[in-house]
């Protein structure tokens, strides 16, 4: 049976981040859209880059949120499909936060509980604003139930990373600007073993294009709706004045 191979998740999560900066603009992939306001009970006025753009939806949205969807032009007829809430955590992510794949792996992050617990504790105790307070309170309730929030930013592309660790299994979940959720499962055995889940058909087609750099890894991907594997609620246990 294989041993837990750190490297291994090191070249999975750089093998995403680098198909998460495309050294041009790709259209194909899934936006950033920003719901502004709701015009009647099935239209919407909707931020798409710098354009405001009027669409119907049936699915309520909710207002002032972003999410990523997946946008056909077709002459003057913008399709937008695909619809996925960003999730909340990535809104609240600290701008302090500018870690590289290489410094997570360098400071131990991914696999030592105590480095992990210290830089959450250093975060705590310098944290300059309640709601940053509040940000790392709940990433150590997370780590308390063996999850562990690791936050990417490269070349001003960020990303989210959950890990949970079970024995010779890994269960993730990423968060990509630009390939948005991803998750599933990395197993350990005599073959390293690679359950992935993808929540665009673009982002599927991409990975699958550049399935050759995780060698030696057995791959399966799929699309499938994707939930993180902890969410950090608006709603705090502590009850801190402002």
Same mark, same amino acid.
């Given at each position: ?5 750190? *490297? ?9 981040? &680098? ?23 099935? &239209? ?35 399709? +937008?499909?695909?619809? *996925? ?29 105590? *480095? ?38 490269? @070349?001003?592309? @960020? ?32 073959? +390293? ?13 991409? +990975? ?24 950090? *609620? ?5 009850? +801190?004045?402002?």
């Amino acid at each position: 049976m294989k041993m837990f191979n750190i *490297s291994q998740i090191g070249k999975i999560m750089k093998a995403t981040n &680098r198909l998460n900066m495309p050294t041009e603009f790709n259209a194909t992939l899934p936006l950033t859209i920003t719901v502004k306001k709701q015009l009647n009970p099935i &239209r919407y006025l909707l931020q798409l880059g710098k354009k405001d753009v009027e669409v119907k939806s049936y699915t309520k949205l909710e207002i002032g949120a972003n999410y990523k969807a997946e946008i056909n032009q077709t002459n003057n007829k913008i399709e +937008i499909k695909n619809l *996925s809430k960003l999730p909340t955590i990535f809104n609240k992510i600290p701008q302090n936060l500018n870690y590289t794949i290489d410094d997570l792996i360098k400071d131990n992050f991914l696999k030592d509980n105590k *480095s992990y617990k210290n830089f959450l504790l250093n975060h705590l105790a310098n944290s300059s604003s309640k709601d940053e307070f509040l940000f790392f309170t709940q990433l150590l309730l997370a780590q308390n139930q063996q999850i562990k929030h690791l936050f990417i930013n490269e @070349k001003n592309k @960020k990303a989210l990373i959950q890990l949970k660790y079970k024995k010779n299994k890994i269960k993730f979940y990423g968060f990509f600007e630009h390939l948005g959720a991803i998750g599933g499962e990395m197993f350990f055995a005599d073959t +390293i073993y690679l359950n992935l889940m993808v929540e665009f058909q673009n982002s599927l087609a991409l +990975i699958n294009q550049n399935i050759n750099e995780l060698k030696g890894i057995i791959v399966n991907i799929k699309k499938e709706k994707i939930k993180p594997l902890f969410e950090v *609620s608006d709603n705090s246990l502590l009850n +801190i004045k402002a």
